[in-house]
């Protein structure tokens, strides 16, 4: 059963359009209560309990304490006036950012119980090439914003400069190196989670490492185990991982996929660096991984293209054609 979020604010519209909007997100683990006056949230709260309440900065504390509620989070109206103790958030900035910010703030207690119950295991795709410069990236970007007209995708890139915040134009205020942090510190939760997800094109995605010391310091297995635990959470049908380098141990990883897309170039070199990573899995025992590699032969993109619309440019030019073919194609049940 998810729990309950209520939201009072003197601009009642405020309440109900962030209510309506947060109950639209699947993944929330709340159900999103809007509030016009504050004898109905202490009525409500007699009868269910809220666990977190958002409420405007000018409700007077004393009127508050009547309310029953596990968490109270204020909206500021005003950057300078937000509390350091992580009790506030800025009203006026995107709902989805509002959305993050309380997940951010929001605190678990250990006995409770799960927010959600957990759902079907998702499919893991990975896209892996040891060949550089093979369109790896631009495909596993338009590979996941066509599975999202159709699926819940959750898009995860492990490249080191991946550059995804001037390609979205975004300035990310979490990102993996986040996750891995409460990872590490046994505080992964789909809170946490739900604090770092960002949007493109239906397609939900983490944003990628800020430092590459954070990928370059955590094994191969904890990446995995992490990525396991996001599986088994069930908020997703398809988790697409853009892999980086191999480097760092992170064959556990490809044990994850169901499927491996591995993008080729048809030059002497290319086929060395392929016949030599096919090796290297038949020495270190992992020859079944070959059976789950799919090599793709991508479009060249004919012009150089701008920064600011080039996602959309990969989705609808020859990219996003050889996408969406491979993806009708395959059995999207498959993949």
Sequence with gaps: MKRIMGVYDADPYYAERFAEFANQKERIPFTVVAFTNLSKVEAFTKKQPIEILLV????????????????????SESQERMSPDHSTVYKYQASDAVLREVMACYQVQPEQAPLMAVGTK???IGV???INRCGKTGFSLTLGQVMAKECQVLFISLEEHSGLSRLTGTVYLGSLSDLIYYYRQGEYTQMRLGSVIYN???????PPAVYAEDLAEIRGEELAELITQISQDGGYDRIIVDMGTLGRGMEPL???CQVIY????????????????KDYLNRSGRSYLWERVKLLKLPRPGVVWQTENYLEQLLWGEMGDFVRNLWKGQGKGNQ
């Design 122 to 124: 998702s499919v893991v």
């Design 254 to 256: 490809l044990e994850l």
């Design 200 to 206: 493109w094109g239906g397609m939900d995605y983490v």
């Design 56 to 75: 405007g900065n000018e409700v007077d504390p004393e009127q508050l304490k009547e309310v029953k509620a596990g968490q109270i989070l204020r909206l």
């Design 262 to 277: 591995t993008p080729i170039k048809e030059d002497c070199v290319s086929s060395a660096k392929m016949e030599s990573w």
């Design 128 to 130: 892996y090439s040891p």
